[in-house]
């Protein structure tokens, strides 16, 4: 299925020409009828000769419904844009194409009706000339009669070959469903309407409703007034929901996990002119207004009165709705009725920093019409692969940890910094066990400690929560060293013979010298209070292998001729790297004897 919407002034035969092609009634309502107005959306479809079906979306064409126009063409992949023989090009006529430019939209005939009023020659050079400048270029025209049929196979052929020219949208991209309609049927619930752009809406599928987001399951689902199992854009759906709340126009039925609320975009502005400070925004059938900020060049920052479901690359109308004054005087030029603006960032980092502005346009500028990950990482320095993939972007590298993506010189950075602050802290505090990995996190400004734990590599170890160069225990200040040599010089001697704390204070080594000495393993440490040489235990263990198995405390103090000071935390130490086993009855075996 292929959807089109029409385009034009009122009065240029848009809904005559629908109810020609399809033989079924645009202009639903009874009061329009009677008015001779299209207020609300039509929505009519035929079969084409190859068998495409295309639905019509018919949108009114007086001025006071633009808002309606746009909810129309916005989710639509082309435009049927009529200009009447006998009437020619007129100011709702560019009103409509400049909104058409705006969208985006580049797929289109143009269809110049009333021919049997008026040569159409005229109207089509005109309109021709009009078109060529915007976003839909060189369309195919027909010139019809609605009343004599003239020209309507000619335009049937071209609807055809336009729909087949039509790109055919990803049929898993995230669900994005603008409602356009909401009604309730007795007995079975909401009815929501719209275009369905791209992805795929399946019955029994959770979705999502906006603003709120509350969830509506989908109980079934029509296409063209025929009951589907799962519809697939670009099409005409009406869906029934259970759930979502009280459903109106603007809306949006959103696959859950797939979008955020956005209400602050970074977006390129489609006019090279200054913004006025407020815009309405329209994207699909949704209207808000929005703050504008020009950061520079054609940057701005929207800050949208309403969030609404936002992809990166998505193109917004801001209508200006002060511009019916006219062009503005003065040598600037004017910033025009209707303009598009691009989606680049749903995330924008805040502009507090001086300069920050200017920087961000500069960087923005330079993007690709729909920046990648590659740009919006570039961007954020680091950022949720979950926020880009709300955000709309697939194509997300690995992540440095967890969910976490990085830039790679930023990383890079990073790495070097950290490498950095490891050092001065311990240069500046010698004894310590290294920097805390909290205190790292707080000076890098990261957001997760698990990203120091990412960056410090294998240049760097982390031993109970703190990092310090890997595999190099920190060479010890002059005195500690000495205060060691000397102990060890005493010890050799007397191996069990562990200092007494009034003798490790005279030597200077207080716990954090002894804790340090003994993570550079030049010490055995016991307890706090109690060390020996490295190898003591070994020795020790030797020592109790001539015992008669098993043996008591006081029968190993005898043998390692120490005190019970020294004695029962090596036994301990003993135990616990499983030298020997403690017995029931408190007495001890070397393991692997007796
Ligand atoms: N003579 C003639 N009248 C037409 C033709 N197409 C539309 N009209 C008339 O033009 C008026 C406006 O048409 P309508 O389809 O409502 O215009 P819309 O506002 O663009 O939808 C109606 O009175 C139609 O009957 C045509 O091809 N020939
Ligand atoms: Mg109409």
């Given at each position: 299925m292929q959807v089109i919407a029409t385009a034009g002034h009122v009065d240029h035969g848009?809904?005559?020409?629908?109810?020609?092609?399809?033989g079924m009634e645009p202009d639903r309502w009874a009061e329009e009828r009677r008015r001779g107005l299209t207020i609300g959306l039509g929505f009519c479809w035929m079969t084409l000769p190859s068998g495409q079906r295309l639905a019509f979306v018919d949108v009114p064409g007086h001025e006071r419904f633009v808002p309606n126009m746009l909810a129309g063409v916005g989710p639509a992949p082309a435009v049927l844009f009529t200009v009447a023989a006998d009437a020619g090009w007129m100011p709702q006529s560019e009103e409509h194409l400049a909104a058409v430019?705006?969208?985006?939209?580049?797929?289109g005939l143009l269809v110049v009706t009333r021919a049997d009023l008026a040569d159409p020659a005229g109207a089509l050079r005109q309109a021709r000339q009009r078109i060529a400048a915007t976003t839909l270029g060189d369309v195919e025209a027909v010139a019809v009669s609605a009343v004599t049929g003239a020209g309507l196979p000619d335009l049937i052929s071209a609807l055809d070959r336009l729909a087949g020219r039509l790109p055919s949208p990803d049929r898993d991209a995230p669900v994005r469903l603008w409602v356009d309609r909401a009604f309730s049927i007795k007995g079975s619930g909401t009815v929501v309407t719209g275009t369905l752009a791209a992805g795929t809406i399946r019955e029994r599928q959770e979705l999502l409703l906006t603003p709120a987001l509350a969830a509506a399951r989908v109980r079934g689902i029509e296409s063209l007034k025929e009951r589907a199992g799962a519809v697939t854009g670009v099409a005409r759906v009406a869906v029934n929901l259970r759930g979502g709340a009280a459903p109106a126009r603007g809306m949006a039925l959103v696959e859950p996990g797939r979008w955020a609320l956005a209400s602050v975009a970074d977006v390129r502005l489609g006019a090279a002119a200054d913004p006025p400070r407020q815009l309405t925004v329209h994207i699909g059938a949704a209207r808000t207004v929005a703050r504008v900020r020009l950061l520079g060049g054609r940057i701005a920052r929207l800050t949208l009165r309403d969030a609404l479901p936002l992809h990166v690359g998505d193109r917004l109308l801001l209508r200006d709705p002060g511009s019916a004054a006219g062009p503005a005087a003065g040598p600037d030029p004017a910033w025009p009725p209707v303009a598009g603006a691009t989606v680049l960032d749903l995330a924008p980092p805040g502009l507090a920093r001086r300069g920050a502005a200017a920087a961000a346009a500069a960087e923005l500028s330079g993007w690709p019409p729909v920046p990648g990950a590659a740009e919006l990482i570039r961007r954020h320095r680091l950022i949720q692969a979950g926020t880009l993939r709300a955000m709309g972007v697939t194509d997300l590298p690995a992540p440095v940890s967890g969910d976490w993506l990085a830039d790679p010189a930023y990383w890079a950075e990073l790495?070097?910094?950290?490498?950095?602050?490891?050092?001065?802290?311990?240069?500046?505090?010698?004894?310590?066990?290294?920097?805390p990995v909290e205190a790292a996190r707080a000076r890098l400004g990261l957001p997760a400690r698990q990203l120091v734990e990412a960056l410090a590599g294998p240049a760097l170890e982390m031993r109970g929560g703190s990092l310090r160069p890997a595999g190099r225990p920190a060479p010890l200040p002059d005195q500690v060293q000495a205060a060691v040599a000397a102990l060890r010089g005493e010890l050799a001697r007397q191996p069990f013979a562990a200092p007494e704390a009034a003798r490790l204070r005279e030597l200077g080594l207080d716990t954090k010298a002894v804790a340090a000495a003994a993570r550079a393993g030049l010490l055995l440490r016991l307890t706090e209070q109690v060390v020996l040489a490295p190898g003591a235990d070994q020795e020790a263990a030797r020592i109790l292998a001539q015992l008669p198995q098993p043996f008591t405390a006081a029968q190993a103090r005898q043998v390692l001729g120490t005190t019970r000071r020294v004695a029962i935390p090596l036994l301990e130490y003993l135990d616990r790297s499983g030298a020997t086993r403690r017995l029931p009855d408190d007495r001890r075996m070397l393991n692997g004897a007796g």
């Open positions: 848009k809904s005559t020409l629908v109810r020609a092609l399809t430019h705006a969208l985006g939209i580049s797929h790495g070097g910094r950290l490498a950095s602050l490891v050092s001065a802290h311990l240069a500046a505090a010698p004894l310590s066990a290294g920097l």
